[in-house]
């Protein structure tokens, strides 16, 4: 299976003026990791095309776009957690071209391909804030749902799983009327942006296309693990699509310190590995240290050798409660 890695130092230019979580190095975090790996090197690295203007309003108003050009003549707050600075408009425009890229490669050929971007986007909604969210959550434009509106086009149908900690109520909010976008997303509950919960099951006629596992708080390697043999591969297994779009977070990795999720290299190499018989457009969505430097790699080593570790789980009573309930809810749409 073939590993490209989209990426462009353009990506660079989004940065901010003093401390920020959300900063350039995060970059080199994932890079370090990634070649430590052997993950990483020039013939792996595809530099992406910036999209225009006119394509993002596929998935964001007119009115948001235009300020995010206009404020990012100089730098600025669009809210207490999101900025912009001089480089946000060329790096955001691209990484929707990676995210483009990522998915008209894996339509092409079998294989990973990642989109190595900044800034993430899985938190912006059509409008900017999403579900009531209270910010952005350093997010400017929606990477994720520019490549499902790519894979639809190409496919018919598009399937999309974030694993970052944080609900992608962006995602969501974009397609919440679409059922032709499976959005199927594990996060951890009653953090950022509060958003998310089991019987949020998508609008009126998509009902069942959104599928939200809340996991509790503290959740490790084997509450996740529970959660993706019970809802995610089912899903894709009754679907079976040619294509899947990650939204990779690494933010619930253990030490990253954003939520209180404990996760470790296991659960991210045994997602690369279960995924491994589909084509993947990988987008980075949130880690900002030790979750990129180790379960980026672990996840697409999982993948790249494609064998699931056999051993047996002891998920929390909490973690059982919660994938029950998401399997009751949704056994009205899919053979769970």
Known sequence: MSLQVLYSPIFRGHKPEGYHPENPSRLDYAIRGLSEEGLWN???????????????????????VERIRKLANTFEYLDPDTYVAPGTWEAALTALGAARDAVKFAVKK???????????????????????????????????AFAAFALRELRGKAIVIDFDAHHG?????????????????LHEREVYPWSGYEHDVGGKGAEGSKVNVPLPHYS???????????????ILEETKPDVVIVSAGFDGFLGEGLTTLRLTERFFRYAGATLSGYSLAVLLEGGYNVGLMKGLPAFIDGYLKGKPEGRPIEPSYEALSTVHRVVEVHREWWGL
């Open 220 to 234: 490790a390697d084997d509450d996740h693990i529970l959660a993706w043999m019970e809802v995610v591969l089912p």
């Open 42 to 64: 020039d013939e792996l690295i595809l530099e992406p095309e910036p999209v225009s203007p006119a394509d993002i309003l596929l998935i964001h108003d007119g009115e948001y």
């Open 110 to 144: 079998k294989g990973l391909y990642l989109a190595l971007v900044r800034p993430p986007g899985h938190h912006a909604g059509r409008s900017g804030r999403a579900f009531n969210a209270p910010t952005l959550g350093f997010c400017i434009f929606n990477n994720s």
């Open 169 to 185: 109520n962006g995602t969501q909010e974009i397609f919440w009327n679409d059922g032709d976008v499976i959005h199927i997303d």
